[in-house]
């Protein structure tokens, strides 16, 4: 019964019922990890970001965002705030180099960002504060990833809580104490809301991102 009814359809209608058909199959496996997630990078420009200090620090290659350069924080230009959210980055260090993803932050014109935490990005660099630990607050001595291999970084906040994953590895789950600062010399790094940034730590340091993807949890 079902072949007869399809026979009868105007070509326009089989062309149709194909495309749906094809769509039925294959989406639910291969997006059901990243639905709901918008991407925040174009892998062309740097369009809906901002530099500080050394702006040439920051290129795009190959669909690759390249942190190569003196100290510069390169910032989402979001356009409204984020607080809980769950944000997804492949991270590809090289051997001895460090920088950084931030949370919670907003723009600064210098200097190291006041406002916000940070998640660490190092394998090899000298710092011994690596790759998946919430910088200051939970450092990660020893971090289950290598310098030139892609990984993901998986931070997800939500209320007062911190989670940090590597490569689908819990590193952080960490819940900030209501109405205690984890360090008194640093106010601003407390849970509010802002945008992210990631981190030129040094000019030797070479680090590449991609695939930056976020996902609001309000």
Not at 111 to 120: A, L, R, T
Not at 159 to 186: C, R
Not at 188 to 217: E, I, M, W
């Amino acid at each position: 019964m079902f072949a007869h009814r399809i026979s009868n359809l105007k070509p326009f209608h089989v062309v149709v019922l194909t495309v749906l058909t094809a769509l039925f199959v294959t989406i639910p496996g291969l997006t059901a990890a990243e639905r709901g997630f918008t991407s925040l990078f174009n892998g062309k420009n740097l369009k809906g970001w901002k530099a500080s200090e050394n702006v040439d620090s920051w290129s795009v290659k190959d669909g690759m965002l390249v942190c190569a350069g003196p100290r510069s924080h390169l910032f989402y230009e979001a356009k409204q705030p984020f607080k809980n959210f769950e944000l997804k980055v492949d991270v590809m260090t090289t051997p001895g180099s460090n920088a950084g993803i931030y949370f919670h932050t907003t723009f600064q014109d210098e200097g190291w960002p006041s406002k916000g935490y940070e998640v660490q990005v190092n394998v090899t660099h000298g710092d011994p504060k690596k790759s998946g630990g919430l910088y200051g607050i939970v450092d990660i001595s020893d971090p289950p990833v290598k310098d030139n291999t892609w990984y993901e970084t998986r931070i997800v906040v939500q209320g007062k809580q911190i989670k940090i994953w590597l490569d689908g590895k819990l590193q952080v789950d960490y819940t900030e104490p209501t109405g205690k600062l984890p360090n008194a010399n640093q106010p601003g790094r407390k849970l509010t809301d802002g945008t992210f940034c990631l981190q030129a730590h040094d000019p030797k340091s070479v680090v590449y991102f991609k695939n930056l993807r976020v996902k609001r949890l309000d």
